[in-house]
C-alpha cells in the first residue's frame, strides 16, 4: 500500500502497479494501436494509389503521430485514466493526490511517452519504474501521476458492501443529532471528511473502512459523543455532515429574513429624513391643524414687523406665540 495525501490532507491508501502489469498493459494497448495505423496506412494506400513520396511520407508521420499520441491522450481524458490494457489489467491513472487526471496530465504522458517507449523503445522507462518505489516512469514524474491497482485480489473479503449514504445517513447515526456540539470541529476535519465522502465508491472497501473509523473516532472526540455501535464509519460521517450543513443554512436562512424585514414605523409627528436629500422641510405653520388636508407647499409669507397690531392678533389667533409669529394668508 501507498498513501497518497489530497490536497484537504485525507489519506488514500492505494497499491501502486508494479512493472510487469504496466508493461503487460502498455504491450495490449500498443498492439492496438499499432493495428490500427496499419490498417489506416494500407487503405490509404489502396485507395490513392498515384501518392508521390514526400507526400506518402506526411501522411504516415501525421498518422503515425496523430495515433500513437493523440489517441491515447484522447483516451485517458475521456476514461478518466483508463485506457484499454489497464481496463484489461484493473489499472488506473490518477494524480499524486489521488484525484483523476486531465487533458494537461494526458497530454504530457503522451508527449513523453511517445519518446521514452516508442522511439527509445522502452529503456528509459523501464529503469526509472524499477528506480521509483511507486513503479513511476518519466511520463508520470513530469505529469506528476501515478497508475493505481483499482482491482486488488482479496482485498475487503468477507465485509458487507458500503451502504447507501444518502437516504440513510439521517438514521443511522441513532440519537439526537441537534444535540452535537460541532463547534470544536476544526474546519480541516470538516474538508478531510467531505473528501472522504466524496471518493469512498474509488477506495478499496478495507481502505475506506478503516480511513472512516479514523475520521469518525476524529470527529466523535471533539463532539464529546461516542460514534453508535453498529453504524458505518461512513454513514455516522455523512450523517453528522448532514446535520452541520443543515445548521448553516437555517443560520444562513435566518440572516436573509433579518436583512429583509421592513424597519420598524416611525411615530406620529416624527420625521427621519433620508440621507442625502437636503435640508428638511420647514415645520407646518399654526395654521396647520391636525387632520387638515394636504396642500401644495407655497412660499413662506415674509415676516411683518412686530409694532403692527394686526401682526399681533393674528399671531394670538392662530395660536402662534406673543410678540410675533407667521400670519396666516389672506
Known amino acids: ?42 487503405g490509404l494506400a489502396f485507395a490513392v494509389p498515384d501518392l508521390d513520396s514526400a507526400a506518402a511520407a506526411a501522411v504516415t508521420l501525421s498518422l503515425t503521430v496523430g495515433i500513437l499520441v493523440g ?44 519518446f521514452e517507449i516508442i522511439a527509445l523503445t522502452g529503456v528509459p522507462a523501464v529503469v526509472c519504474s524499477l528506480v521509483s518505489d511507486r513503479g513511476r516512469r518519466l511520463g508520470d514524474v513530469f505529469a506528476g501521476t501515478l497508475v493505481v491497482r483499482e482491482r486488488v485480489p482479496g482485498a475487503g473479503a468477507g465485509r458487507a458492501p458500503l451502504p447507501p449514504l444518502p437516504p440513510q445517513a439521517a438514521g443511522a447515526a441513532g440519537g439526537e443529532l441537534s444535540s452535537l456540539d460541532l463547534s470544536a470541529v476544526p474546519d480541516a476535519l470538516w474538508l478531510a471528511v467531505r473528501q472522504y465522502l466524496g471518493r469512498i465508491r474509488e477506495l478499496d472497501q478495507q481502505v475506506a473502512w478503516d480511513l472512516g473509523r479514523r475520521l469518525s473516532a476524529d470527529v466523535a472526540a471533539r463532539t464529546g459523543r461516542a460514534v453508535p455501535g453498529g453504524v458505518h464509519p461512513a454513514a455516522y460521517l455523512a450523517a453528522v455532515l448532514a446535520e452541520r450543513q443543515h ?8 440572516a436573509h429574513r433579518a436583512a429583509a424585514a421592513p424597519a420598524a414605523p416611525a411615530a406620529p409627528g416624527v420625521q427621519t429624513p433620508a440621507s442625502g436629500a437636503g435640508p428638511a422641510a420647514p415645520a407646518p405653520g399654526p395654521w396647520a391643524g391636525p387632520g387638515a388636508a394636504p396642500q401644495a407647499p407655497v412660499p413662506t409669507p415674509p415676516i411683518r414687523p412686530a409694532a403692527e397690531p394686526s401682526d399681533t392678533g393674528a399671531g394670538r389667533s392662530g395660536g402662534g406665540t406673543a410678540g410675533g409669529g407667521f400670519a396666516p394668508p389672506a
Open 1 to 42: 500500500m501507498s498513501d497518497l495525501v489530497t490536497g484537504e490532507a485525507v489519506v488514500l491508501g492505494v497499491q501502486p502497479a508494479r512493472l510487469p502489469s504496466r508493461m503487460l498493459a502498455c504491450a495490449l494497448d500498443l498492439t492496438a494501436l499499432f493495428a490500427l495505423l496499419i490498417a489506416l496506412t494500407a
Open 71 to 114: 489517441i491515447p491522450v484522447a483516451v485517458e481524458t475521456l476514461s478518466r485514466g483508463r485506457s484499454l490494457g489497464k481496463l484489461a489489467l484493473g489499472l488506473r491513472v490518477v494524480r499524486t493526490d489521488g484525484g483523476p487526471v486531465r487533458f494537461r496530465q494526458a497530454l504530457v504522458r503522451g508527449l513523453v511517452g511517445f
Open 247 to 254: 445548521r448553516e443554512w437555517v443560520r444562513t436562512a435566518a
